[in-house]
């Protein structure tokens, strides 16, 4: 249902632009609620799903992962962010649209606008992290909770972006569809592997994945408020 929600919205832009319309109405009404406070807050929450922390996340995923012996994890976690490089940069190349106009833009992007990368990687990179310390808890309440936080920070990437003006609300859900269906993809083939196929590579240090997360924690949020500090 994903890929097909993504061609359908590359169908309407491609031969109708259709779409043009509702998009606009929608960016002009998201503009509306602009104020200082919150234009800071979503520069902040834009940021997470730079290319810099993203490869900083991945960075340090990899290696923190690979510490625990969840190798099988850091490999999805690598190839996800690749193949979301190289779709993403391809899709923009195919379509060809142009971004929201700049002066309606908090901020300078360059390159085209469909589909919108920050929001791609927010499902494919934060969704995949979501899963990963869904699976390391048994508590139900806990599993919610921890999906209700990723699922709300995907939210919240996305919508910046058309906070900021600088995507068309179809780019924000064209992400999300397409990035939405590479992660089942990746989370089904985890749950095969870790269910009929390799039990044995299951092993790991719990210590050494909670001391991960606090390292994971702090690292990233020092990576996060250097580049905002930078970006100001």
């Given at each position: 249902m994903s890929v097909l929600f993504f061609l359908k919205i590359v169908d309407y832009y491609v031969d109708k632009d259709?779409?043009?319309l509702a998009d606009q109405a929608i960016n002009q009404m998201v503009g509306q609620i602009r104020s200082p406070v919150l234009n800071q807050l979503m520069k902040a929450i834009t940021l997470t799903a730079n290319y810099q922390i993203i490869g900083w996340g991945l960075f340090l995923g990899v290696v923190l992962l690979g510490a625990a012996n969840k190798w099988r994890y850091a490999w999805a976690m690598l190839i996800s962010v690749c193949v979301?490089?190289?779709?993403?940069?391809?899709?923009?190349?195919?379509?060809?649209?142009?971004r929201p106009p700049i002066e309606n833009a908090l901020m300078v992007e360059n390159g085209m606008s469909f589909p919108s990368g920050h929001s791609y990687f927010a499902i494919v990179f934060y969704g995949l992290i979501t899963?990963?310390?869904?699976?390391h808890f048994k508590d139900k309440k806990i599993k919610i909770i921890i999906l209700i936080l990723?699922?709300?920070?995907?939210?919240?990437i996305?919508?910046?972006?058309?906070?900021?003006?600088?995507?068309?609300?179809?780019?924000?859900?064209?992400?999300?569809?397409?990035?939405l269906a590479w992660l089942l993809v990746t989370i089904l083939y985890l749950e095969y592997k870790n269910r009929y196929l390799e039990r044995g590579s299951n092993?790991?240090?719990?210590?050494?994945?909670?001391?991960?997360?606090?390292?994971?924690?702090?690292?990233w949020l020092s990576g996060l408020g250097w580049l905002f500090w930078v970006e100001k």
């Open positions: 259709g779409l043009y979301g490089i190289l779709f993403t940069e391809l899709t923009k190349m195919f379509i060809g649209r142009p899963y990963f310390w869904i699976k990723g699922s709300g920070l995907c939210f919240l996305g919508l910046s972006r058309i906070y900021l003006g600088v995507h068309w609300t179809t780019d924000v859900f064209a992400g999300f569809m397409s990035s092993r790991f240090s719990k210590k050494m994945i909670w001391i991960g997360f606090w390292l994971f924690t702090w690292l």
